[in-house]
């Protein structure tokens, strides 16, 4: 269709009661593709269909256990990056309270932390 660009440059989907836009015509032409249901993108391994690239790229992973995502702090390996990100809190939660049982020996009591040191 032709996809002209909206007030202010907003490309917006013509879809009744959809209020969504985006600045670009290829961001409005991926969104459609939510309403029409239409998935252009195959595995070549199980033929499952995809709406996006970027999710046939991930899904191919799981067939060839590729982890391109490492925790920097202990090295376990991610096929996707929110798995990496998620996973990472756990390092944050451990240095918590391994704070908080430092405070409650005193060992931050004359403002030493083990960051400066």
């Known amino acids: 269709p032709g996809l002209c660009p909206g007030p202010g ?3 917006a989907c013509p879809v009744e009661n959809c209020v ?3 600045a670009r ?7 459609l ?11 070549r391994i199980c033929l499952r269909n995809f709406s996006r690239s970027d999710h046939l790229t991930t899904h191919i992973r799981t067939h060839t256990g590729e982890k ?3 925790c920097d702090t202990c090295g ?3 096929a996707r990056s929110d798995e990496k990100k998620r996973h990472s809190k756990v390092h944050l939660k451990q240095k918590a309270r391994s704070e908080e049982k ?4 005193g060992f931050f009591s004359v403002g030493i932390s083990f960051g400066t040191i």
């Open 9 to 11: 440059g907003a490309f």
């Open 20 to 22: 969504r836009s985006f």
């Open 25 to 31: 015509s290829d961001e409005l032409n991926r969104h």
């Open 33 to 43: 593709r939510i309403h029409t249901g239409h998935k252009p993108f195959q595995c």
């Open 68 to 70: 391109p995502f490492s």
């Open 76 to 78: 376990r390996r991610f």
């Open 102 to 105: 430092l405070k409650g020996l």
